[in-house]
């Protein structure tokens, strides 16, 4: 089977790896928000006719690798996804909207986004298990706190390094 798609006049295989953070990277992608986050993704996903190869929703961040098909541009399907999301999220979890995310800005602005090529398995093994590998190296930078910080420090440029499983 190819790993090519079809449109109507077009044959293509666009994947990306897209990464964003809530607004001020406050830690509340976890439990109940963690999982409505992960289906508004696949939901939103799913309607557009975009395929989801890996998703991972860090307590910071988001880590997506997806299918966008060519006469989608990335812009529009980020900017919609969060937008869409920040709403129903709002909506849902007015306490939100009191405390931290007034105004209606759920997600903070901007993302880092990065087109999969021949290394599409090796960026889908690192958005699977990326949480498995921060968290290890946390534990070994420090060992007596436990504190989980991540690498990433906003949004910005992820430099991928081949690690062995």
Same mark, same amino acid.
């Given at each position: /089977?190819?790993?090519? $798609?079809?449109?109507?006049?077009?044959?293509?295989?666009?994947?990306?790896?897209?990464?964003?953070? #809530?607004?001020?990277? *406050?830690?509340? @992608?976890?439990?109940? @928000?963690?999982?409505? !986050? &992960?289906? @508004?993704?696949?939901?939103?996903? *799913?309607?557009? $006719?975009?395929?989801?190869? &890996?998703?991972?929703?860090?307590? =910071?961040?988001?880590? @997506?690798? !997806? /299918? %966008? #098909?060519?006469?989608?541009? %990335?812009?529009?399907?980020?900017?919609?996804?969060?937008?869409?999301?920040? %709403?129903?999220?709002?909506? $849902?979890?007015? *306490?939100?909207?009191?405390?931290?995310?007034?105004?209606?800005?759920?997600?903070?602005?901007?993302?880092?986004?990065? +087109?999969?090529?021949?290394?599409? &398995? /090796?960026?889908?093994?690192?958005?699977?298990?990326? =949480?498995?590998?921060? $968290?290890?190296? &946390?534990?070994?930078?420090? #060992?007596?706190?436990?504190?989980? *910080? +991540?690498?990433?420090?906003?949004?910005?440029?992820?430099?991928?390094? #081949?690690?062995? =499983?």
């Amino acid at each position: /089977m190819s790993r090519f $798609k079809r449109l109507s006049e077009s044959i293509w295989h666009c994947q990306y790896h897209i990464v964003w953070v #809530p607004k001020y990277r *406050n830690k509340i @992608l976890k439990g109940e @928000l963690a999982k409505d !986050v &992960e289906e @508004l993704i696949r939901a939103y996903s *799913n309607q557009k $006719k975009c395929d989801i190869v &890996e998703l991972n929703v860090q307590i =910071d961040h988001v880590h @997506l690798l !997806v /299918m %966008i #098909p060519p006469k989608i541009s %990335i812009s529009d399907y980020v900017g919609a996804l969060k937008g869409k999301s920040a %709403i129903r999220i709002l909506n $849902k979890y007015r *306490n939100l909207k009191q405390k931290l995310y007034w105004g209606n800005h759920f997600w903070a602005k901007g993302y880092c986004v990065d +087109t999969v090529g021949l290394d599409s &398995e /090796m960026i889908r093994k690192y958005v699977k298990h990326q =949480d498995r590998k921060e $968290k290890r190296a &946390e534990q070994q930078k420090y #060992p007596l706190q436990g504190v989980f *910080n +991540t690498c990433l420090s906003g949004v910005g440029f992820l430099f991928l390094h #081949p690690h062995q =499983d």
